[in-house]
């Protein structure tokens, strides 16, 4: 735009002086004929490409020349240079870092439109620990001349939001934040009253600290630290377990980002925190949390405490039907041979389990066995099926309190045979057999002589 | 089916068994109004049909009202077993779809008493019309032999059910065949009665 300015008026003088000088514009006659007479038109390409050989050539006369034709900025006599400025902010003042706001900038103009001025709006932030203000919008919002609401008392006033400002979520530290506005048209600046907010932080909280496990637990199990995560600021909060040993060392450490109101959750199995030397150790743990301005630690906690644990060897899941026929109603005869690979005796916990499509996986017997290192048979002698288990395949499966050879606490056992689809257990020439039709013509002969007796006569 | 040398289907027997009981029936109407217009031919007066149903009635006896009575629900408990006991028939209506009662030492008996009780209901009308026809000594005799056959059916469609999933097509038409000789005695009055007065 100066340049512009500036080209023009250079234009002016030339038409107006003679040139003199180093640079020669030359100056064609006008009227596209030598003929016309004392009017003159000037060649812009010419002049311009003049000046650029100029600023090349003679750069200190160049700028000689542009301090020569520089005009300050100006306004009229009758600009009135009181702008009414101040930052707008509504709800509370003190607030978490996660709370939202807005902030807006509010200037009232009082000049008219025809010699008000564009307006270059900042929004400025003083945050705890700092000593200078930041700009908070990298790019200053421009207010233009028409942008202004008149009220019917003459004020000229106009809002301006900033996006880039709506919480405290990357604040390092909390304290009072301070906010201020700058403002210029480019010959005047204002700056408007500082608002203060107070940004707060609530501590994190841990509770209800656990360990989910079976007990007694063995060293493998699937073993849970869980603990609640609360946040009343809603912050993210970063959880370590530390998990000691029997001396308090730290056996070993992990860490999650998790958000408030939910659960955190450490599987000890996940993160290989035990092993089997571990067996018959008692451990303890704590936590350390935070969410990024608040640390705190949790008290030693006990657990788990790990069961001496022991191998057991399995072999040989068996069913034998009381008879080939697979009826629902028989008797299963189903066996495991087992025996303690560890030279003392220990007591197993043996489950049954029968899997069909109507019952899967039901328990069907449970006992408890001594096992040493003879191998025995132990025997489950049960009806497990119901008439809904007809005609479909089932699947066995042992569940022990002690691992086996390959790690296992199981045995699952596909049976090829389904069971029988007959559904009627007894013969028509037997007791119930025999005993449902006397039935069914008792109850048809008693209702025959009430019906004639008392409709047929 | 196989009757002689011909597969029958059991569905067309059951359609058969309809069609006879509902020719029966028409039968039965006919019979009335043919003894009505005879009846008015020769009347002096007008009379009421109500009044000519009053003076027709014939009672029967005690004895043979009770077997109709009680054969008339057998035929419907015998004529369930043989098509809804197994899922031979009617794979997704039948007595096997509760495995539970199916299974329990009582279910045939429970599913007989839960086809009585409908039965009932035709027992308390069909039976009265006997009362309208002169039904011979011989027939009368021959009707104690209606609960034996439809005894017969039921224990043969009761035998089908145990042997389940086997099957038996030699029980099923014997039962079959039972039912339908029951169902002949039991209409026979009716078609006799029909016959005599038609060619009057």
Not at chain 1, 69 to 94: Q, R, W
Not at chain 1, 327 to 356: A, G, H, R
Not at chain 2, 29 to 50: C, G, H, N, Q
Request: charged share 20%; proline share 5%.
């Amino acid at each position: 735009m100066r340049r512009l300015v500036l080209i023009l008026i250079l234009i002016l003088i030339l038409n107006t002086l003679p040139v003199h000088g180093d640079i020669d514009i030359p100056i064609e006659a006008g009227g596209g004929s030598s003929s016309g007479g004392g009017h003159r038109q000037i060649d812009f390409d010419r002049i311009f490409q003049a000046l650029q050989e100029g600023k090349a050539q003679k750069p200190q006369k160049f700028e000689e020349m542009k301090k020569l034709l520089y005009i300050e900025p100006f306004t009229t006599k009758e600009y009135d240079k009181t702008l009414a400025l101040s930052v707008d902010f509504k709800g509370n003042k003190t607030l978490n870092r996660n709370q939202k706001f807005e902030v807006n900038a509010y200037l009232e103009n009082p000049n008219p439109i025809e010699i008000r001025r564009a307006l270059y709006l900042e929004l400025d932030s003083l945050e705890p620990g700092e000593k200078t203000f930041r700009q908070v919008n990298t790019v200053p919002q421009i207010i233009q001349v028409n942008e202004y609401t008149e009220t019917k008392d003459g004020r000229n006033y106009t809002y301006r939001a900033f996006p880039e400002l709506t919480s405290f979520s990357n604040l390092k530290t909390v304290g009072p934040v301070i906010l201020r506005l700058n403002a210029t048209d480019g010959q005047y600046t204002w700056t408007s009253g500082n608002l203060t907010l107070n940004v707060i932080n609530n501590p994190p909280m841990l509770s209800n600290l656990s360990i989910e496990a079976t007990k007694p637990t063995r060293y493998n199990d699937p073993i849970d630290y869980v603990a609640n995560v609360t946040d009343k600021d809603g912050d993210a909060v970063n959880v370590t377990l530390h998990v000691l040993d029997e001396q308090e060392k730290e056996r070993g450490k992990e860490s999650q980002i998790v958000l408030p109101g939910n659960g955190v959750s450490f599987l000890a199995n996940q993160y290989g925190f035990f092993s089997k030397e571990d067996s018959g150790k008692n451990f303890t743990y704590y936590y350390t949390f935070g969410d990024g301005i608040n640390v705190s630690n949790t008290t030693i906690q006990d657990g788990p405490r790990l069961r001496k644990s022991i191998s057991i060897w399995v072999d040989n899941p068996w069913v034998t039907p009381e008879e080939e026929n697979q009826y629902w109603w028989q008797s299963y005869n189903f066996s495991i041979n087992m025996k303690n690979q560890d030279p003392e005796e220990t007591k197993v916990l043996v489950t049954l389990f029968t899997d069909t499509k109507a019952h899967p996986w039901k328990t069907a017997a449970s006992q408890e066995v001594m096992l040493s290192q003879e191998t025995k048979s132990v025997y489950f002698n049960v009806k497990p099926f119901d008439v809904l288990d007809a005609n479909q395949s089932f699947r066995f499966k042992f569940t022990y309190s002690e691992y086996d050879q390959h790690q296992k606490d199981f045995t699952e056992v596909d049976q090829d045979k389904p069971i029988n689809a007959k559904l009627v257990k007894y013969e028509t020439v037997s007791i119930p057999g025999v005993g449902n039709v006397l039935v069914i013509l008792l109850v048809a002969l008693v209702l025959s002589i009430f019906v004639e007796r008392r409709f047929y006569r | 089916m196989n009757l002689l040398g011909y597969e029958i289907s059991e569905i067309y027997l059951l359609i058969g068994l309809v069609a006879v009981l509902l020719l029966s029936g028409i039968f039965h109407l006919r019979y009335l109004r043919m003894i009505e217009s005879m009846v008015r031919k020769t009347a002096d007066s007008d009379f009421d049909f109500e009044d000519l149903m009053k003076s027709l009635h014939i009672s029967q006896g005690s004895n043979f009202n009770i077997i109709m009575i009680f054969s008339w629900s057998l035929f419907f408990v015998a004529l369930a077993f043989l098509y809804f006991l197994t899922p031979d028939i009617f794979p997704d209506w039948n007595y096997f779809k509760f495995p539970q009662v199916a299974s329990w030492e009582g279910g045939f008996a429970v599913m007989g008493i839960a086809v009585l009780i409908p039965g009932l209901f035709v027992s308390l009308f069909v039976p009265r019309a006997y009362s309208y026809y002169l039904v011979h000594r011989i027939l009368k005799e021959k009707v104690i032999l209606i609960p034996a056959f439809l005894l017969a059916s039921i224990l043969c469609s009761v035998n089908l059910g145990t042997i389940y999933p086997a099957t038996d097509p030699f029980l099923w038409n014997l039962g079959y065949v039972m039912v339908f000789a029951a169902l002949a005695l039991m209409i026979a009055p009716i078609f006799v009665g029909f016959l005599e007065e038609w060619r009057k």
